[in-house]
């Protein structure tokens, strides 16, 4: 089966500028999440998508981070307007949420797009 | 608010031996979903092994073993006949099954592989 997807995979952009990343998840799972890591940090949790409604983003600073998920398959991450703290590595997971029991939760990552603003 | 706790920024060990990393975390909850994931220089980040709090026993994956304390609210990975390719990040993770599910990560642990 194929992974998760993210495009792009290295950015490069000015302060001030915005950006967006894609992911598609593996089809089928129904939870999508985006996490930020920052070097020698663990993953935090930005934003989770159930399906294509928002579960948690008590963690996104709204104020400059979007982010959507239309029809409930892939999704899109946006910055506008970045800083350099927003230089991080960008993840997206993916899990299957199946009803009825027997979800295991794993998640399954993407290669990740790091983000370097300047 | 649920925490996960690694307090070992870097270990290593030598190759063929036994190396463990520990976990601690914090939670109100009875029911819940412990991980350890693994995260290669450069590379995707990939399940080593998961605990579901209800089951006493320890989970196992070939060389991968965790010494869960439900009581003590530790969850320990021990790595046997470590061997250069598990040179990695690891992470502890907490995966609730009420409220909004969320997944916490910890901190991580580099681990170094000596040859």
């Known amino acids: 089966e194929a992974g998760v997807a993210q495009s792009p995979r290295y950015k490069i952009i000015e302060k001030r500028q915005s950006v967006a990343f894609w992911c598609n998840p593996i089809s089928g799972h129904a939870t999508l999440y985006w996490y930020q890591q920052i070097l020698g940090q663990g993953p935090k949790l930005l934003i989770q998508f159930q399906n294509n409604g928002v579960v948690d983003d008590s963690q996104l600073p709204k104020d400059r981070f979007s982010a959507e998920r239309l029809k409930g398959v892939d999704s899109t991450l946006k910055i506008q307007p970045a800083k350099l703290e927003d230089s991080a590595v960008y993840l997206c997971?993916?899990?299957?949420?199946?009803?009825?029991?027997?979800?295991?939760?794993?998640?399954?990552f993407g290669p990740g797009t790091r983000l370097t603003v300047t | 608010a649920q925490t996960v706790t690694q307090s070992q920024p870097e270990m290593s060990v030598q190759e063929a031996e036994t190396v463990t990393l520990s976990c601690t975390y914090d939670?109100?909850?009875?029911?819940?979903?412990l991980f350890w994931y693994k995260q290669p220089p450069s590379r995707q980040m990939i399940l080593v092994i998961r605990?579901?709090?209800?089951?006493?026993q320890n989970a196992t994956e070939n060389r991968f073993s965790v010494n869960f304390q439900k009581a003590a609210k530790s969850f320990s990975l021990k790595i046997s006949d470590s061997q250069l390719g598990d040179a990695a990040m690891y992470f502890c993770?907490?995966?609730?099954?009420?409220?909004?599910?969320?997944?916490?990560f910890g901190t991580g642990t580099r681990l170094k592989v000596l040859a």
């Open positions: 993770a907490y995966r609730s099954l009420s409220g909004t599910y969320k997944y916490i």
């Open positions: 939670t109100s909850e009875s029911d819940y979903y």
């Open positions: 997971a993916s899990s299957l949420s199946r009803s009825g029991g027997g979800d295991t939760y794993e998640q399954y």
């Open positions: 605990q579901e709090a209800y089951k006493q």
